[in-house]
């Protein structure tokens, strides 16, 4: 069966040419994490293909996902590639005129908004209520998002969900993907607010979500037993046809290898083997007919 990795990252060396700060690398990591690696370990986890969603170390610029593209290129039917961009740029047009050049690539799948991070050029500093996603000076992206049939994916924490929902309601003509089931921690409850915005959420076909990165969410160890509550909640709501799975990989806060940040799905009880194939492959060909 088909499987695809909706959610990765990877990272070339610090270059000259495409130099990063190593003070945001991810926990436990120093050097790179390259496409050839992500590629070793999806082969030794029988993943076919993976997502790799541009990270923040290269910030917003013009070359902000060159080395992404160029994995593309070098595993043309193995990746797949999110964007970064600058969205507040001082001239509409050329907002979007930059979202056009970052989803270029037929396997560019779209541009993913950091909604719990502060707005700039290396996103670091978290802020679960930010409503800058709300920005009326966003309208060209979610204009040109339409007219270009391409994703937006959008990273929030429980409290901005309802914010996600406003957005859904106002551009239904543009796909979102929720990352990470808006990344649940010690402050959430899956069956109290504000996570439960997800409800109401879940009432806009436009709507999609990634059940990601559970190893760092979690307090326990696989299959993270403690975040059940958010996926079943998650499968009622949305129905497993809008609900692709994603190891985040390597992102992790607690360690988990490669493997186990997928696997951890088939010992939920709950999800039956219709609900796996669909998180697993036919969501994500769905969202994007891919």
């Known amino acids: 069966m088909r499987f695809v990795d909706t959610h990765t ?3 070339g060396p610090d270059t000259e040419e ?3 700060p190593a003070d945001i690398l991810p926990p436990g990591w120093e050097g790179a994490y390259t496409a050839h690696d992500l590629v070793a370990d999806m082969d030794a986890a029988g993943v076919e293909e993976s997502v790799m969603v541009t990270t923040p170390l290269y910030g917003r610029g013009v070359r902000a996902n060159e080395y992404t593209m160029r994995s593309i290129e070098a595993y043309p039917d193995r990746l797949w590639g999110v964007g970064l961009m600058d969205f507040f740029g001082d001239d509409p047009d050329q907002v979007r005129a930059d979202l056009r050049r970052v989803v270029g690539h037929d396997r560019m799948l779209g541009v993913r908004m950091h909604a719990c991070l502060a707005y700039e050029e290396h996103a670091s500093e978290l802020d679960r209520t930010a409503d800058w996603i709300l920005d009326d000076a966003l309208e060209p992206v979610w204009n040109e998002a339409a ?5 937006v994916f959008v990273f929030p924490k429980a409290e901005q969900i309802s914010m996600v929902e406003t957005l859904a309601g106002r551009h239904p003509d543009v796909q979102l993907v929720v990352d990470h089931m808006a990344f649940p921690d010690e402050t959430t409850d899956p069956d109290e607010s504000p996570w439960t915005d997800f409800e109401a959420l879940s009432a ?5 979500v990634k059940v990601s990165s559970l190893p760092r969410s979690s307090d326990q160890g696989w299959p993270y037993e403690d975040l059940w509550g958010y996926v079943r909640h998650l499968a009622d709501w949305f129905g497993s046809e809008r609900l692709m799975l994603g190891s985040d990989y390597p992102w992790m806060d607690d360690w988990a290898d490669y493997e ?3 696997s951890w799905v088939e010992a939920v009880p709950f999800l039956s083997a219709r609900d796996y194939a669909n998180m697993a492959h036919r969501t994500f060909e769905s969202v994007h007919e891919a």
């Open 260 to 262: 186990a940040c997928l």
């Open 204 to 208: 806009h076909e436009n709507v999609a």
């Open 147 to 151: 007219a270009l049939d391409t994703s």
């Open 18 to 20: 495409l130099p990063w």
């Open 9 to 11: 990252h990877t990272w």
